[in-house]
């Protein structure tokens, strides 16, 4: 069975705090972990040491991540590399249309999977180790959606639980 520290992840996001937050998570988890902080620093990292999966934030000054996706899908050596999308603009003015291209399939390859900020470190160490196949600390019948739901509902208001609930019911 493959382990977390034999696997490279490459995080890239603009913002120093979450690049450090995302890092520290792997880093505790076991996993190797690069960081750039924008597409074109990640492109240099990609072409140093191919990653085992990468970690990609979606609006970012200098090259996007719907950039740096773009390129990465059209070089056979890294189109296969996975990757998870951790960003705050899949619905907004600013990320919105690149988040639609990319999870469309206009980069060839979507991303494995999305997360939206602010993320859990769990929620997001287990969606890295979905994505390249290493058994997570989630129950076996939890995935994908149902882990997202878990992580959204230990993080909602109280008040909006309590009404989410009472929609579900009816």
Do not use: C
């Not at 960003?87 to 639609?100: E, I, P, V, Y």
């Not at 999870?103 to 997360?115: Q, V």
């Amino acid at each position: 069975m493959t382990s977390p520290s034999e696997k490279t992840v490459l995080v890239v996001d603009d913002e120093e705090e979450v690049r450090l937050f995302l890092e520290t998570a792997l880093t505790d988890a076991g996993f190797k972990v690069e960081t750039a902080a924008d597409g074109n620093e990640a492109l240099d990292k990609v072409k140093e040491q191919k990653p085992d999966v990468v970690s990609l934030d979606l609006v970012m000054p200098k090259k996007s991540g719907a950039k740096f996706l773009y390129e990465m899908r059209k070089n056979k050596e890294w189109q296969k590399i996975p990757v998870v999308l951790v960003t705050a603009h899949a619905k907004d003015d600013l990320g919105k249309k690149d988040f639609q291209d990319v999870m469309s399939g206009k980069a060839l390859l979507g991303p494995e999977t999305y997360l939206e900020k602010p993320v859990k470190a769990t929620t997001y160490v287990n969606a890295i180790k979905r994505a390249i196949n290493i058994p997570t600390d989630e129950g076996p019948e939890e995935s994908g959606a149902k882990a997202e739901l878990r992580g959204l509902i230990e993080d909602a208001d109280p008040a909006r639980l309590k009404e989410a609930l009472e929609v579900l019911k009816k």
